[in-house]
């Protein structure tokens, strides 16, 4: 769980850090990326110490997300900021069905890591819901842009799962 979890909160670093480098500091919705990737980053320390502190092996994908995490918030964000957000929306569903799947089957095994995810959960919730309000959903081609997100996402969960 905690290399999964890290390599998600990675991830989504690169995607934010992907879109603020297209968007600037003016662009609709600047604001609201800046602060998602702040939460996101204090997201990634947390898991970043709990690997150290669990002997938990990073996944070996991380070089791969690096590149891939930035390029698609980059080309998100140069679509439209409504793509970018589209991106957003997309990536946190995901992140909020796979952090319920390991509350799930966490159950009280383990109540530090279960309360963090509860945690970052909530989080990611918010910044799917300020994106939709931020007009994810008015992205052009928004049905396919989301669920070849989705479908990405739930690709990489398995992959950092096994590698």
């Known amino acids: 769980m905690l290399r999964v979890d890290q390599a998600g909160e990675y991830g989504a670093t690169r995607i934010y850090a992907g879109q603020l480098a297209v968007m600037g500091d003016r662009a609709p919705h600047s604001e609201t990326v800046r602060h998602m990737a702040e939460q996101e980053a204090r997201h990634r320390a947390k898991f970043d110490a709990l690997i ?8 070996a994908l991380q070089p791969f997300w690096d590149v891939a995490g930035f390029a698609l918030g980059a080309a998100t964000a140069l679509i439209s900021p409504e793509a970018a957000m589209a991106c957003t929306a997309a990536v946190e569903e995901e992140i909020d069905r796979h952090y319920t799947e390991q509350l799930d089957e ?11 995810i509860e945690q970052f959960r909530a989080e990611e919730r918010e910044h799917r819901d ?14 396919l842009l989301s669920g070849a997100i989705r479908l990405g996402c739930r690709a990489a969960i398995k992959l950092a799962e096994r590698i």
């Open 130 to 143: 300020a994106a939709l309000a931020a007009g994810a959903e008015r992205a052009p081609a928004y049905p």
């Open 52 to 59: 150290a502190e669990r002997g938990v092996r990073p996944t």
């Open 106 to 116: 966490l159950g009280d095994s383990d109540p530090e890591l279960a309360g963090l």
